[in-house]
């Protein structure tokens, strides 16, 4: 069971405060997933900034969950938690805004990964992808607003991904590895998956896509992805990991 804190019901085992008054954590977490598909569905049909840099992510965040849980919707994380079942903690909350910028600093340097083959596109966006998790900027909601973004960045880039040939249990176990620094799996993974790594043939539509993966990318227990602990963390990770090699061998399931 989760522990509580701010953004949940006093002894609901951290079921957070939600505008339907939902008590149970199952039925939080459909009803989370019922209201990012939808704003998904929104999204896709909006223009994308052609700067798409945190403020993206945040307004991402924002129109999924600011209907049903907005106490946390679009806002940086100010409690310590860590990845469920794992004991990986993410940064702490006085390091998630330098982490940010220096994040989306250079992903802005790098227009945002365009202009690069796929297999240099799936290192960056692997490595990418590990940072931004570690930060772990919200007090929920993360993957499905990462994984969108995400999308975003592919298919700017011109490498889209086939949400159809991803697991998600495997992503996530992945990105956690990547959390670590040992990101090499997770852009392994990705690589195969961009459609413009597969054979010439029709695909499905980026728009059902991303839909579908929004219906599945409800992890285990990822209305409460996150408790809150009280311990050190891992801003060493977020804040210095820049000065060392990203491959340093394995390090197991990560942050």
């Not at 891992?234 to 060392?244: F, I, K, W």
Request: with cysteine; charged share 25%.
């Amino acid at each position: 069971m989760s522990e509580d804190d701010k953004y949940t019901y006093p002894g609901s085992g951290g079921v957070l405060v939600n505008s339907k008054g939902i008590r149970d954590m199952a039925r939080l977490d459909a009803a989370m997933n019922d209201y990012a598909s939808a704003a998904m569905a929104e999204l896709r049909i909006e223009p994308v900034p052609s700067q798409p840099g945190y403020e993206y992510l945040r307004y991402i965040h924002t129109r999924m969950f600011e209907q049903i849980v907005p106490g946390i919707a679009g806002r940086l994380r100010d409690v310590n938690v860590q990845a469920v079942g794992t004991g990986v903690v993410y940064a702490r909350p006085e390091y998630i805004q330098d982490s940010l910028s220096q994040l989306f600093d250079r992903l802005g340097r790098e227009d945002y990964l365009t202009g690069l083959d796929a297999a240099t596109f799936a290192t960056r966006l692997a490595e990418c992808w590990g940072d931004l998790t570690a930060i772990h900027p919200y007090r929920d909601g993360n993957t499905r607003s990462q994984s969108f973004y995400m999308t975003v960045l592919a298919e700017r880039a011109g490498h889209p991904v086939n949400w159809r040939r991803v697991d998600v249990d495997t992503l996530r176990a992945l990105r956690l590895r990547a959390v670590v620094g040992y990101s090499r799996p997770l852009a392994d993974y990705l690589v195969s998956r961009l459609l413009s790594c597969e054979p010439s043939q029709q695909t499905p539509s980026l728009e059902s896509q991303i839909s579908s993966f929004a219906l599945r990318a409800s992890y285990p227990q990822a209305a409460t992805e996150a408790v809150r602990q009280p311990g050190r963390a891992a801003q060493q990770r977020t804040s210095s990991s820049r000065g060392r090699g990203r491959e340093s061998g394995p390090h197991g399931i990560g942050r």
